[in-house]
């Protein structure tokens, strides 16, 4: 390492000492190029500057001058220093220090989420199978082909796509072909590349994410939205919206949390069949359902009218952004020219390690040992509660992560206020609606039981109980389990 | 496995015999369930056709009567069997086997590569540096924070940030710090975010991508051409064109190959400085030069007029989808807000991967080993032509894994007929030329010689020769090294 404090009369740096540090990787001359780079980038070595001679440079670092003139040639061209005959290097006038451009950066705040955190749509980061997915992950580099490396394939690796055909018919009964798939990188892609192939208005739950929402509207369509009961979305208000597709969430109304009643998914059906519209099916939770065999998928039904979209955000981690389209045969093409020639967008690392992953059966044994875990999480919620605040309804518990508490009209708000001074993360049922529906108001809160660590999760309950509101007057103090 | 010919006469299966294989995962309802969803689907059981009661059925198959009415209910709630008082259990009508919808899937052609292939834009996918990616891989996963497998940070890992803010000043004399890059999945991704902040016209080299100029115009922007010569594109054009932004190739001007001059790199950034013009900088393989230092990216000269745009597309694989965008401080939440708070796009183990392979110096080291790779091939494309077809001049070829072969007027397209007549994939100059440049027109083959694999770069070589134009007549055979 060289090291030189370059202070001779001809550097000329306005007086101060400018100290030269050669070190780090890389030749001598790459060592005092970066040198030179750091000091003017910083602002130690101020626009206008002249440089000290290469010879006095080279002497005061001990290297060859020859070393220090092509540093300067090379930092001319990349436009750091100006030569002019007669006026020697200068540091050149554009070189401006960082955070002195014509706004100074604000200074951005690291997200943090709160100590306590049932926000629902998202699963128990913790229990992320690192060990069984780096296994997946080593296995499929040992045996996947050179060309997965090259220009790959918008519709997805063929290897994810027939361990997903197969999975999907077995898991959700799901009727496509590895060539009907495409993968994506999660349910709100899926969405967005429909949306650019659809023209009017798209039907939807009156409760629902709002992100799908915007997503939709984004591609300048309409939501219209349909009343939700507990037998899911009405099908019967979708003719007169004249909607050319409809969005719904049918193994799981997302958030109120009940399953599309079979003759709602026949009606949905035969009403995309009479007027040639499109089911998208939002399968977000499908194989989480406790206590009985999960709901397979509507497009089991028709799979020429029906889109269904999947992923792993909550089997595995919404990190991931790994999805699936199952599309009719005849949206195939159309949804590949909306992905793009060279937008793949999800890793083929991920891609090939996801369909060992599935293949090897890691998979079915996560989400066997997952929904252990969820459903006690959820019969402790309902008892905790059942105990504590009697006067409380939990409903949407059948399946999934997350359950709707039902509070008392005009409570919500308060709840969610009560909720942030205990430091714990909530989600109002309001954040759902629909601003065009015409349903009836229903105050409540959307429990992410799956979010928390373990760890954590009953210190989560704990403030929940603390932030519900009291019952109202004349109810009994305490339920039948207390 | 349980396995029966169901033949009973209350079947009522059309006559035909109807073959039920209970076998797989779950239990023997699940089993049941998955037969008769394959039945049904596959359009063995018909829709109207009358399914065996209960006791028949289970009898037949020796199993439980209850678990037939199980399966049947739930296949009703499904939608695959509507049951009717005195009407006994049917194949519900709508449920239609695969194929058979309004229009029959096309069938997929797969894309087929020519077995030789020259196209640019694709490093050597067989070099893909498998061992060291699995590494890092499985220390990242070990030292993860649980956090990470949550809901992301659209911005991008933060230990992704930190390591490629070290490595850009390190190796490409980018000036940001963590909290002004932003994770995205490509050059693409970046560019289609920058357009969504932009208004009127991008001004962009007469030579280039056409996909990226679709980017830009696909958010209703207008592409102006800028002339390309030997210092790449003409920025004393730029103010006459009014165009809100720049968008340049300055390491490696793509395709024609020359670095932006370092006169045209102070113009730039003076042009952006006086107009408020933002200049959006395509360091696509900035990482390869062979015959000195990589030039520095521009970017270092003005981070806050300056947006850089790196990925590894180039320097291990276009199909792992993760780049970085270096964003002026002004314009960080911006492109946040257009990303998306959902959409990270780029997946969480990718993301932890790639910051333990820069930070543990793999990446370097691929990439020496690479350069090394690339510099001999180049030698041996320069070598080649210079003994086989000396009429012919490379350029473009201090850098990247691309060459321009010059061709005489008019011989590009017979040189692509040729070319492909030899199963060899070729790209010509002509498609990538700006419509609306009132350049001349040059005849030119641009040949991606980090395409093929090692074993095959021979073979392309010499498919190469054989497409050539013979030289015009009066010109000597053979060039002075034959």
Same mark, same amino acid.
């Given at each position: 390492?060289?090291d030189?404090w ?11 000492d ?14 005092l190029m970066? $040198? ?16 000290p001679?290469?010879?006095?440079l080279?002497a ?6 020859n070393?220090?003139?092509?540093a300067y040639?090379?930092l ?7 030569a002019r ?8 006038? #554009? &070189?401006?220090?960082?955070?002195k ?11 943090? #989420?709160p100590?306590?955190?049932?926000m ?6 913790s229990?992320f ?5 780096t ?8 045996? $996947? ?7 790959g ?12 055909a197969?999975?999907?018919a077995?898991?959700?009964?799901v ?25 009017g &208005? ?8 709002a992100?799908? #929402?915007?997503?939709?509207?984004g591609?300048?369509?309409r ?7 507990g ?8 003719p ?26 026949? &009606? ?12 998208v099916?939002?399968d ?5 359902r ?22 792993v ?7 991931m952004?790994l ?7 005849w949206l !195939?093409?159309d ?11 999800s ?5 090939l ?8 059966g890691?998979?079915d044994?996560?989400l ?14 309902a008892a905790?509660l059942?105990?504590?605040a ?10 999934g992560?997350?359950a !709707?508490?039902?509070?008392p ?6 709840a ?10 909530l ?16 105050d ?6 799956g979010?928390?660590?373990?760890h ?9 109980c603390?932030?519900?509101p009291d019952?109202?007057a004349?109810s ?5 389990y &207390?």
């Amino acid at each position: 390492m060289s090291d030189s404090w370059v202070n001779s009369p001809e550097a000329a740096t306005g007086g101060a000492d400018f100290h030269l540090v050669l070190r780090g990787p890389g030749g001598v001359r790459a060592q005092l190029m970066r $040198a030179l780079r750091e000091a003017i980038g910083s602002g130690r070595l101020a626009p206008g500057t002249r440089l000290p001679p290469y010879r006095t440079l080279a002497a005061d670092l001990g290297i060859a001058r020859n070393t220090v003139g092509d540093a300067y040639a090379e930092l001319v061209e990349e436009g750091w220093l100006t030569a002019r005959q007669g006026s020697g290097t200068r540091v050149a006038p #554009r &070189a401006e220090p960082l955070g002195k451009g014509r706004s100074r950066a604000p200074v951005r705040q690291t997200r943090r #989420r709160p100590a306590l955190d049932l926000m629902p749509s998202s699963p128990d980061a913790s229990a992320f199978p690192r060990t069984a997915w780096t296994a997946s992950a080593r296995r499929a580099m040992g045996v $996947a082909p050179h060309d997965a490396f090259g220009v790959g394939d918008p519709q997805g690796r063929i290897e994810l796509r027939r361990a997903l055909a197969e999975y999907l018919a077995r898991a959700r009964g799901v009727r496509t072909a590895p060539d009907r798939l495409v993968i994506c990188s999660g349910f709100a892609h899926g969405l967005r590349l429909l949306s650019s192939l659809l023209r009017g &208005a798209v039907a939807v739950e009156a409760y629902g994410l709002a992100f799908h #929402r915007d997503v939709v509207t984004g591609a300048d369509l309409r939501t219209l939205p349909l009343t939700v009961d507990g037998r899911g979305a009405r099908i019967e208000e979708l003719p007169a919206t004249r909607a050319g597709a409809v969005l719904l969430t049918p193994a799981h109304q997302f958030p109120t949390g009940g399953p599309l009643h079979h003759e709602r998914r026949a &009606a949905v059906v035969n009403w995309a069949r009479s007027t040639g519209g499109l089911v998208v099916e939002d399968d977000y939770d499908g194989e989480f359902r406790y206590d009985r065999e999960p709901v397979g998928a509507v497009q089991g039904l028709d799979p020429e009218r029906v889109v269904y979209i999947g992923s792993v955000s909550k089997s595995l981690s919404p990190a991931m952004r790994l999805g699936w389209m199952a599309l009719p045969g005849w949206l !195939v093409d159309d949804v590949l020219a909306a992905k793009g020639e060279r937008e793949l967008w999800s890793g083929v690392v991920e891609q090939l390690t996801l369909a060992d992953f599935l293949a090897c059966g890691s998979y079915d044994r996560h989400l066997r040992r997952m929904r252990r875990v969820y459903r006690r999480r959820r019969d402790q919620l309902a008892a905790t509660l059942a105990r504590r605040a009697p006067h409380i309804r939990v409903s949407g518990v059948a399946a999934g992560l997350h359950a !709707v508490l039902e509070l008392p009209p005009g409570t919500e708000r308060t709840a969610l206020r009560a909720a942030r001074r205990q430091g714990l993360a909530l989600d109002g049922l309001a954040n759902y609606r629909h601003p065009d529906s015409t349903m009836p108001v229903h105050d409540g809160l959307v429990i992410g039981f799956g979010t928390p660590p373990e760890h954590a999760f009953a210190n989560a309950l704990e403030a929940l109980c603390l932030a519900l509101p009291d019952a109202p007057a004349g109810s009994p103090d305490a339920g039948p389990y &207390a």
